[in-house]
């Protein structure tokens, strides 16, 4: 039984919070890249390393897990602690604006916003109410969204022209990402169960024993790689001038951050109300079909109305999709075991966004954006079609019981 007092605490800090990690979600998807290109005219493999940089947070996730575990630390101190060293990274880049520590400091700032994940999941789990938890995340997540969508505005707006100024948005995400830390030290949790393992890959385990999880997990590796691909080619796609499309930065901003931000905010809440409802696999299965449709009308238009569809498409889905992937399991997994079933989570989904984004740049200069937006739609379609035979299990989903108990019976 959840308190009202953590609940509401925690309910409070994480709506401060979303303002700021509205801002740092531009950083990943819009500005980084763009300074990258527009300014540093960075190649194939910075621009990968950039787009990639949270990603490597998601791939030591696992390590923070056993650290944070081994340690006694509550969850929030050690993710605030984590922010804070995030804050520091960008405070560097900011002073010295050059190519190769700005890229350093990307994957380190970035790479703390992720790596925290599994913690968030936990005081999720830890302090919100089964039966309320998406819609208590959707509410946070919708300030977080609507931030995104005026900040993406108007930083586009007043970069536009003037990109040179790019080291005040830097100490801009800084000072975010030190009021992130902030609020996560305020919010009450407890230290990760103990559950005897010292090894800091011990979480993997779960692969194993889990049938149910593992195919889970394939199946979002297909879907989550194809996705992950073409994210950062959005904003190649309308910088570049190879592309022929001469957009300012302001227009890019509007294409990229603040079109598909307007459309999550709208539907954030439904999506919220649907997780704590509907099957989650038929909930995934829908949102994959929204994924692979919003991809291509985006790449394949060469029209400001087609990209401006395929954003709203890209935004919808997206919205389902930030509520699904950051509570899924704790639908299934053991109350004491949702950060350790998170870093595996969260670990896959580093190994793909590692991957996907050096793919993409790299293979762009051999095929079309419209050759690999059908073969990313094909990715997701195939685990689509994957995951169909496990909406039977998801009417069986309950947090408060292991799923390999639930796969055993």
Known sequence: MVEAGRKQRTYRYELFRAVAAGMMETAGTTFLLLIAVRWFHAGAVAKAVIAGAGSVGLLISPLVVTWVMAGGWSVSTAASRILAAGAAAFAIAAAVPLLPVFTTCCVLGMASTAAIIPLLTQMYQDNYPERERGRLFSRAFMVRIGTAAGFSKVTGDLLTGNIQYFPWLLLVFATAMGFGSFCLARCPTGPVPP???????????????????????????????????????????????????????????????????????????????????????????????????????????????????????????????????????????????????????????????????????????????????????????????????????????????????EVSE
Not at 249 to 270: D, E, K, Y
Not at 283 to 311: E, H, K, Q, W, Y
């Open 195 to 405: 559950d005897g393992g010292s090894h800091p890959l011990r979480a993997l385990r779960f692969l194993r024993e889990d049938q149910l999880f593992r195919r889970t997990l394939i199946c979002w590796m297909l879907m989550g790689f194809a996705n992950l691909m073409m994210l950062p080619l959005r904003v190649e796609y309308l910088a570049n001038p190879r592309y022929g499309h001469q957009l300012t930065v302001g227009m890019i901003a509007l294409l990229v951050g603040v079109i598909p931000n307007l459309a999550r905010l709208v539907m954030s809440p439904i999506w919220g109300h649907l997780f704590d409802r509907m099957n989650f696999f038929a909930l995934r299965v829908t949102l994959n079909c929204g994924f692979a449709i919003g991809i291509l009308t985006f790449f394949t238009s060469d029209s400001v109305p087609g990209m401006v569809l395929g954003a709203v498409v890209f935004g919808i889905s997206n919205a389902g999709g930030d509520v699904a992937w950051s509570l899924w399991v704790t639908k299934f997994a053991p109350p004491g075991r949702v950060a350790d079933y998170m870093a595996v989570h969260t670990f896959l989904t580093g190994v793909r966004g590692v991957l996907a984004p050096l793919a993409a740049f790299l293979a762009v200069g051999t095929f079309t954006l419209g050759w690999m937006a059908g073969l990313s739609a094909a990715l997701i379609i195939g685990a689509t079609l994957m995951l169909l035979p496990e909406i039977k299990w998801g009417k069986k989903a309950r947090p408060s019981s292991a799923l390999v108990e």
